[in-house]
């Protein structure tokens, strides 16, 4: 249910309404519009109907059901689009494009560096880099961990830019949080509900990747996970999705992005080097999320894709990237963002 209060309710009515909603047994999540605030009631969807009741208290305007199963992600809650910083400044959801990059593994230190330093210089404002890698393979390289989060927070130091890094275990969200601004979640990871909860818990942004069998509903209802723990900070990512083409590594569902335009208020990225894995291919399929209406981009880029200890077919070289960034501008400023 969404309670609507009255345009200049009271704090103290405000209150009591929360109050209530958790007598009912349901949690209150208070959306802050800028003429009037709206409550969003979530639990048990069975006794919903005594919420009505709510209609009555001063300074209530409106009890209305929320008709998707999602509640806190969808528009129906909070119509218009959410925008939040993710470290040092950077502003996601807003008229800026933001585009993260780097490499699908931290290494080295001259790696890393270098190529914060590059990506920076090309207009990148947040530096992507892996330091707990999932893989398919056990014997494939699976990150340098603890250490990789020392050499990503050394190259935020370096350069000032916000860092992104994925956590894959329960047991390890409060180590990646003392190093990464943003926390993400990868696509095997996006019905492991037990992680899901803890980073609702702590006040980092989450970039959520979509699973690559997930549809939009699936994907929605894990960031509700999140949300519905009380962390507002989620972010979405469209990472291609497996169908029955070989030619690319993953389908990137371009029209993923529009429809969760429509259905949902939160930032929206793209991940084109995991959806195509070609680094030929993913400048492209960059130009097109723009158009499509992404927030943001995360780009793989590796100073030596032929040396990289993951993914270096799909990595763009620092000067590709560059050369990338120049023609994105472009592209951004017909969708209306700024780069």
Same mark, same amino acid.
């Given at each position: 249910?969404?309670?609507?209060?009255?345009?200049?309710?009271s704090? %103290?009515?405000?209150?009591?309404?929360?109050?209530r909603?958790?007598?009912?047994?349901?949690k209150p999540?208070?959306?802050?519009?800028?003429?009037r605030?709206? #409550?969003?009631?979530?639990?048990?969807?069975?006794?919903?109907?005594?919420?009505?009741?709510?209609q009555?208290?001063?300074?209530? %305007?409106n009890?209305?059901?929320?008709?998707?199963?999602y509640? =806190?992600a969808?528009?129906?809650?909070?119509?218009?689009?959410t925008s939040?910083?993710?470290?040092?400044?950077?502003?996601?959801g807003?008229d800026?494009?933001?585009?993260?990059?780097?490499?699908c593994?931290?290494?080295?230190e001259?790696?890393?560096?270098?190529?914060?330093?590059?990506?920076?210089a090309?207009?990148?404002?947040?530096?992507?880099?892996?330091?707990?890698?999932?893989?398919?393979?056990?014997?494939?390289?699976q990150?340098?961990?603890?250490?990789g =989060?020392?050499?990503l927070?050394?190259?935020?130091?370096?350069?000032?830019?916000p860092?992104?890094?994925?956590?894959?275990?329960?047991?390890?969200?409060?180590l990646?949080?003392r190093y990464?601004?943003?926390?993400?979640?990868?696509?095997r990871?996006?019905?492991?509900?037990?992680?899901?909860k803890?980073?609702?818990?702590?006040?980092?942004?989450?970039?959520?990747?979509r699973?690559?069998?997930?549809?939009?509903?699936?994907?929605?209802?894990s960031?509700?996970?999140?949300?519905?723990e009380?962390?507002?900070?989620?972010?979405?990512?469209?990472?291609?999705?497996?169908?029955?083409?070989?030619?690319?590594?993953n389908?990137?569902? #371009?029209?993923?992005?529009?429809?969760?335009?429509?259905?949902?208020?939160?930032?929206?990225?793209?991940?084109p080097?995991?959806?195509?894995?070609?680094?030929?291919?993913?400048?492209?399929m960059?130009y097109?999320?723009?158009?499509?209406?992404?927030?943001g981009?995360?780009?793989?880029?590796?100073p030596?894709?032929?040396?990289?200890?993951?993914d270096?077919?799909?990595?763009?070289?620092?000067?590709?990237?560059?050369?990338?960034? #120049?023609?994105?501008?472009?592209?951004a400023?017909?969708?209306?963002?700024?780069?």
């Open positions: 249910m969404i309670i609507v209060m009255r345009k200049g309710a704090k %103290e009515e405000l209150a009591e309404v929360k109050k909603i958790r007598e009912y047994g349901y999540h208070v959306i802050h519009g800028e003429t605030n709206v #409550i969003g009631a979530v639990g048990d969807e069975r006794g919903k109907l005594v919420l009505q009741a709510l009555a208290l001063p300074g209530v %305007e009890v209305v059901p929320i008709l998707k199963p509640k =806190l969808s528009r129906e809650i909070k119509p218009e689009p939040f910083e993710i470290g040092c400044g950077v502003t996601i807003g800026s494009l933001v585009v993260m990059a780097g490499p593994a931290v290494e080295s001259e790696q890393i560096l270098e190529t914060a330093h590059a990506v920076k090309a207009g990148a404002t947040v530096l992507r880099g892996g330091a707990f890698k999932p893989r398919t393979s056990p014997y494939s390289f990150g340098m961990e603890e250490d =989060l020392k050499l927070a050394l190259a935020r130091e370096a350069t000032g830019l860092i992104v890094t994925e956590v894959v275990n329960p047991r390890d969200v409060e990646v949080a990464a601004d943003i926390m993400q979640v990868g696509a990871n996006v019905q492991n509900f037990a992680l899901l803890m980073l609702g818990q702590i006040d980092k942004p989450v970039l959520l990747k699973g690559m069998a997930s549809t939009i509903q699936e994907f929605l209802m960031a509700e996970y999140i949300l519905s009380g962390n507002r900070r989620v972010i979405l990512c469209e990472r291609g999705i497996r169908t029955f083409e070989t030619a690319t590594r389908t990137l569902d #371009i029209s993923a992005v529009p429809v969760l335009r429509e259905q949902t208020h939160l930032p929206i990225v793209v991940d080097s995991h959806a195509t894995g070609h680094a030929s291919l993913v400048p492209s960059c097109a999320s723009v158009a499509a209406g992404c927030d981009l995360i780009v793989e880029v590796h030596h894709p032929e040396k990289a200890a993951s270096g077919p799909q990595s763009l070289r620092p000067e590709d990237f560059a050369a990338m960034m #120049i023609k994105l501008r472009a592209f400023a017909v969708a209306g963002k700024s780069l």
